[in-house]
């Protein structure tokens, strides 16, 4: 499995290199450059020059992305055009914002979406499995926007038991820090977990229908027992693929959750790069996401062989 | 069966751990007194929000609102706006004098001010600062006159002009022009980009990108007894109902920025004052006049009477924007020419108009650009093609992102744009780089040479008197010949909570009372 898991990262390298020109050039072909946004209105060809100058925008394209990659292999990943300060850095900050939300989703999903889905599948077509299916639709069809602002209007405004935006580290303590991250962990998990949710449903119903469960019943193990023992394992797979695929896009920051709730995470990060046309950091975090979405697959992958030990690398 | 159980357990074990590691990781600090807990006490930090963070905080870099904002309770500037629309009043120069013939600036400076490094200012730290804004482009145009600048003696500088120019002192206050430390520039590799090189009553204290900027009292400032509070914070949140929700929580003590739709839910809401001033900010269908259609001033001035500003106003800025009837200054200003010249619709005259020109209806075929950032001015457009359409012009209407918008108009890319300026204040700013034939920002392509001749007699004239006239005529000639079709003067809104004091709202959206602010 080792040398599976070498030759899967090593695989990586060229789609990531791949990712970085596409990236690099793309957003450099788009009209507007970092000049004409910083001046905006006041844009003079003077003034542009003198900027683009300032900052080797002025170089031809393929030199720039040499000297970006060469930078990247020694480490340096540049700075922000706009703050100056170092890309990485940047990242380092908005990390635990994104990750925090990326982890408490995913236990929201876990806890809430997995369970609800097998009692869906396990009474399929029966009052459970009806009821579990109105709550998926629901949380897949609402918007996790509105989901949010109304968590405000109503837990924060009128309430007054979270407050309505902000991240608070865990440095200042954790009750404090879970208070800040519960709506925005609700509005995003609830997608998570209805999507989840429909999945294990599925999953369930497909191994329920199996020999090995008929014969367990027959055995006499039923209901919680039989669910732990010998149903949780099989529909692993497919619940776990699931997830990996939710964790890539999750940690890629929710943009619209992380600017209703004034969460300085990834998402914005990138969003604001973009429209800045800071270039540097765009690359720096998009080529950030990436890696991890490789990964997280790569993780995925692996864990199938510690679920079934019938596969094997 | 173990061994697998053990992988996974350990693969748990290591998300935790790296979960705790981040927890130990540097993360920006916010102040999160939620429901108004820290209400009852004492408070020495003023939090204000607003919509962006700063760009950069180098004063003679910056362009952006945000970032002005920030800057200008960092450093100061020689002369500095007052209450009242258009007046400047001394700031670091005590006294100034100008020669018979308004070329020679001998300006005083106040004595033993001192920067955040310590340092005391001198008539050398004027003579720098004003070179690097030549320098550095941004706002070199307003000392484009400077023939020379001098340092006389150690508080004493000498500004010679080329000719008059008499806007000169008004940007002398811009927020911008301000004096700043040459140690801390060149320390900071020739930008103050997140750097403190000021005399304000504020210094930099952490700025936590995207987040937050914290200033903190700066000990040894100049003026006896200012600033009040002890820190100043500048939070940026984005999305407008979370600031004024945040605001009415008590999380933040003043929005900077209110949006027109929160200006309702505001002022029904508990502990929550709203005051609103006529503001600096105007938009306008601009109109490019190199254009196969626009270039006929019948055409222009056909629109420029299709459009309904009423109707606009009252749906986009839900009626609390003041049209514009003439040109682009407000009635609020000294200079505004009262003629009336657009009272209202009037859809004839622009039928009309358009005849007279030699087109059909449905003949002229425009493209209209517009910023997708700014929804109000997107709506606007919509309603104008609306409007243009009953007329018997057809609008096609193009929302682009603010990168590509700008682009566009700053290479004349464009044949209708809806766009605003702001931050105005002398009615030379108003004309002159906009309407005049080489004019710097004059992206319309418009050219009159009767026009040139008043705005370069406008700038050079120091009398008040036939200053105000020269501009009535300029005002006249803009509004006849319908470069742009001017809609409307925003209002500017802040909110705050009701325990603060001492705060001016002012139309240019200067917040360098921040200094005197305190709470009840």
């Keep these: 499995m080792l040398r599976y898991a070498c030759k899967r990262i090593l695989s990586a390298v060229p789609v990531l290199l791949l990712i970085s020109i596409v990236v690099f050039f793309s957003v450099r072909l788009v009209p507007g450059d970092f000049a004409t946004i910083v001046l905006g209105n006041l844009y003079t060809d003077e003034a542009a020059a003198a900027l683009r ?261 | 069966m173990f061994k697998r159980h053990s992988l996974l357990l350990m693969m748990v074990l290591g998300l935790l751990l790296v979960l705790g590691a981040c927890a130990g990781a540097p993360q920006p600090e916010t102040e999160q007194p939620a429901g108004g807990e820290q209400a009852n006490q004492v408070k020495d930090t003023m939090i204000v929000a607003k919509q962006s963070d700063p760009s950069s905080l180098d004063p003679h870099l910056a362009s952006d609102e945000a970032a002005i904002r920030c800057i200008e309770n960092m450093y100061n500037t020689l002369l500095t706006y007052t209450d009242g629309y258009g007046e400047v009043a001394p700031s670091l120069a005590k006294s100034y004098e100008v020669s018979d013939d308004n070329l020679t600036y001998t300006l005083h400076l106040i004595q033993g001010v001192k920067f955040h490094s310590g340092r005391v200012m001198t008539a050398d730290d004027v003579v720098y600062s004003i070179e690097r804004i030549k320098n550095e482009g941004v706002r070199a145009s307003h000392f484009e006159k400077v023939a020379s600048v001098e340092a006389a003696d150690d508080h004493t500088v000498v500004i010679t002009l080329s000719e008059p120019f008499a806007p000169f002192a008004t940007y002398l206050a811009h927020p911008c022009n301000v004096i700043v430390d040459q140690d801390a520039v060149e320390a900071n590799g020739g930008k103050l980009t997140n750097a403190d090189g000021g005399t304000g009553p504020f210094m930099l204290e952490k700025w936590d990108v995207g987040t937050q900027l914290s200033l903190t009292k700066f000990a040894d400032y100049w003026e006896a ?73 019948k055409v222009r001035q056909a629109l420029a009477n299709a459009i309904d500003r009423d109707a606009i106003n009252a749906a986009v800025k839900m009626g609390n924007a003041e049209v514009l009837h003439v040109a682009n200054l407000p009635s609020t200003h000294e200079a505004y020419a009262d003629l009336n010249i657009y009272p209202a619709r009037d859809l004839e005259k622009a039928k009309n108009l358009l005849a007279e020109a030699g087109y059909q209806a449905g003949e002229i075929n425009l493209e209209l650009l517009v910023g997708s950032d700014w929804q109000y001015q997107v709506d606007a457009a919509q309603m104008i093609k609306a409007q243009a359409a009953e007329a018997g012009i057809t609008i096609a209407i193009s929302a682009l992102e603010s990168g590509i918008f700008f682009d566009n108009l700053n290479n004349g890319a464009f044949d209708l744009t809806v766009v605003g300026w702001s931050g105005f204040v002398d009615m030379d700013e108003y004309f002159y780089n906009l309407f005049r034939s080489d004019g710097a920002y004059n992206q319309q392509n418009y050219t009159n040479p009767e026009l040139d001749r008043l705005l370069d007699q406008g700038r050079t004239t120091l009398d008040h008197a036939a200053r105000l006239d020269i501009y009535q005529q300029i005002q006249q000639i803009v509004a006849e010949d319908a470069p742009m079709a001017f809609l409307y003067m925003n209002n500017y809104t802040v909110a705050m909570r009701d325990n603060v004091q001492n705060y001016i709202v002012h139309p240019t959206a200067a917040t360098i009372w921040l200094k005197d602010v305190s709470f009840k």
């Excluded at chain 1, 608070?168 to 303590?173: A, E, I, M, T």
């Excluded at chain 1, 609700?186 to 997608?191: K, R």
């Excluded at chain 2, 309702?264 to 809401?269: I, Q, R, S, Y």
Aim: charged share 15%; proline share 4%.
């Design chain 1, 53 to 313: 100058q300032q900052y080797g925008l002025d170089q031809p394209l393929p030199q720039q992305y040499l000297i970006w990659l060469g930078n990247l292999f020694q480490g340096d990943f540049g700075y922000s055009y706009i703050s100056r300060q170092p890309v990485a850095e940047l990242l380092l900050k908005a990390l635990p914002v994104t990750l925090e939300l990326t982890a408490l989703s995913l236990l929201f999903a876990i806890f809430i979406g997995i369970p609800l889905g097998y009692v869906g599948g396990y009474h399929r077509n029966r009052l459970p499995d009806s009821c579990v299916s109105v709550l998926g639709l629901i949380g897949i069809s609402v918007p996790n926007f509105w989901l949010g602002s109304m968590m405000i209007l109503t837990l924060s405004l009128t309430l007054h038991l979270f407050p309505s935006g902000g991240f608070v580290p865990l440095s200042s303590g954790l009750a404090a820090n879970l208070r800040s991250m519960f709506m925005p962990a609700v509005a995003l998990g609830g997608a998570v977990s209805a999507v989840v949710m429909r999945s294990s449903r599925s999953a369930m119903i497909e191994v329920v229908d199996q020999e090995y469960i008929k014969m367990a019943r027959a055995k006499g193990v039923y209901g919680l027992r039989l669910i732990l023992g010998h149903v949780v394992r099989n529909t692993m797979i497919n619940i776990v693929t699931i997830l990996g695929l939710q964790t890539g896009s999750l940690l890629g920051g929710s943009v619209v959750i992380e600017k209703i709730f004034s969460l300085a995470g990834v998402g914005s990060l990138a969003l604001r790069a973009i429209s800045n046309r800071d270039y540097l950091l765009m690359q720096g975090t998009v080529l950030f996401i990436t890696t991890m979405f490789v990964l997280i697959n790569l993780i995925v992958d692996l864990s199938y062989s510690l679920l079934n030990p019938q596969i094997k690398y």
């Design chain 2, 225 to 297: 007894g200012k600033p009040v509070m002890n820190h100043l914070v500048f939070r940026t949140i984005a999305d407008s109902t979370a600031r004024s929700t945040a605001l009415r929580n008590g999380e933040v003590d003043m929005i900077i920025d209110v949006t027109e739709q929160e200006i309702a839910v505001l002022k029904n809401a508990e502990g929550v004052v709203v005051e609103s001033v006529p503001g600096t900010f105007w938009e306008y269908l601009g109109m490019n006049c190199e254009h196969q259609y626009l270039d006929n001033v």
